[in-house]
């Protein structure tokens, strides 16, 4: 019998507990022992619950009882889910996390605790919801090069640019009816201006390349000036617009960043619509995969801690190696990155050429008094350059 504490009942670890009691024979099949849900922690009390009996409000409490062995995070943000995990894995319990903050902030720091306590940290619900997407970088690609992983990792994100694509509306009314539908967040901040999408390539990121990237040092843009205008120029290129967050090899080192893109009809990640998530990912010999699946939500990101578990349960006294240490990552500069810019402006065909060179128009007949064009490939150092001289430029969109 396996040993379970399950810290914060909100979304996540209410799923989590519930996904244990339904599917309790599966479990035990699949991870060899039957696994009960000891504690929950939590402020509330939940009175009239099944799990209200097994309400604990000190952290010591889970710690210090030598009858847990593994302990699910899902509190969320770093403070003091930190304090909490690091506490946990220094009394030698495993420790399974759905939250992004804390890993993409203490990921290498928490390992390494593990390590020394020949215990496990895994975090698989922390990108993709219930896309298993950890794991396989972790224990499957693991004879590749990963050349580039990029993917549509915010759900919310994802939902509000396919229903502005869909009816044609501004993102101010998309919002409102995501918030309304529970989709989007009171504050939405994290999600629209790209923090979220940062944190999950962040993790991606360090995964991918073995060593700790500073989530501050990835260049990160949100959806919040793509306007339905922009969406009618999307479709006049058969593209659509997709926030990406995006990691590469160059010769300089990997470069990641977080923006919006126009993603081409036959690339994989086109049809990725709604809340769903899809993660590319190129290895040297593996060559296009696509990791694609419910990216949020209850029962999904449970779902991937679930998973965790029954990994934790299966290598109780072992600890598996994951490739991420302390040492920082030195990011390429995304300046020196190249891709192809559409821009939106008031400025003549004249002027755009005199500044841009040869340059491919979109013209949206419905817009009289302005123009779209696609550049050439260049860095982004050398479009700021040239757009710095363009008067009136309303927008700019980089090519997937
Ligand atoms: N706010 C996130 C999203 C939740 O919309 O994808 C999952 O991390």
Redesign the pocket.
Known sequence: MVKVAVMGYGTIGSGVVEILEQNKQRIKKTSGEDVEVKYVLDLREFEGDPIQSKIVHDYKVIAEDPEISVVVETMGGVEPAFTFVKAMLEAGKNVTTSN?ALVADKGAELIAIAEQKNVNFLFEASVG?GIPIIRPLMSSITGDEIVEISGI???????MLTKMTAEGLEFDDVLKEAQAKG???KDPT??IEGY?ACR?IAILTSVVCGQQVNYEDIHTEGITKITATDILYAKEMNRAIKLLATSRQTNEGYVAMVAPFLIPQDHPLYNVND?F?AIFVKGNMLGDSMFYGS??GKLP?ASAVVGDIVDMVKHMGKHIILNWDATPMVLADYKKCESKFFVRTKASKEEISNIFGKVEFVDVKSLADEIGFVTEQMTEAAYEEKAAKLPDLLQMIRLA
């Open positions: 992004k919801g990792v915010n759900g919310t994100t994802n939902y989709y989007a967040e994290a999600d979220d999950k809340v998530n990216g949020a990101t």
